[in-house]
Nanobody, 121 residues
Framework: QVQLVESGGGLVQAGGSLRLSCAAS????????MGWYRQAPGKQRELVAQ???????NYADSVKGRFTISRDYAKNTVNLQMNSLKPEVTAVYYC???????????????WGQGTQVTVSS
């Protein structure tokens, strides 16, 4: 059993900052990539940022230069620092990890429950 728990969402004014955190726990054998996705009302879930086990990062074009993803490999956590926030980034943000469990050793995708980020104008 693997759990991903997000924290750090909330309401912020345009131009402000938020930091999201996600902690993976449970019967973890290894973690490959971890990332953040978001889903706004009426829209499909989309990738925001991703970081591999080697530290390579990938960002959506719309957040490049404003968002930074980081990872603590020892603690199985991933963070998303979001600066210069705009109202259009309002969405539910989900943490995702590609994780192999101690039981199966097979990599599967696991999702957190989501955290709301609301940016007011």
């Amino acid at each position: 059993q693997v759990q991903l728990v997000e924290s750090g969402g909330g309401l912020v004014q345009a131009g402000g900052s938020l930091r999201l955190s996600c902690a993976a726990s449970g019967s973890i054998f290894s973690i490959n990539a971890m990332g953040w996705y978001r889903q706004a009302p009426g829209k499909q879930r989309e990738l925001v940022a991703q970081i591999t086990s080697f530290g390579s990062t990938n960002y959506a074009d719309s957040v490049k230069g404003r968002f930074t993803i980081s990872r603590d490999y020892a603690k199985n956590t991933v963070n998303l620092q979001m600066n210069s926030l705009k109202p259009e980034v309002t969405a539910v943000y989900y943490c995702m990890g590609t994780i192999a469990t101690m039981t199966s050793k097979r990599r599967d995708g696991y999702w957190g429950q989501g955290t709301q980020v609301t940016v007011s104008s």
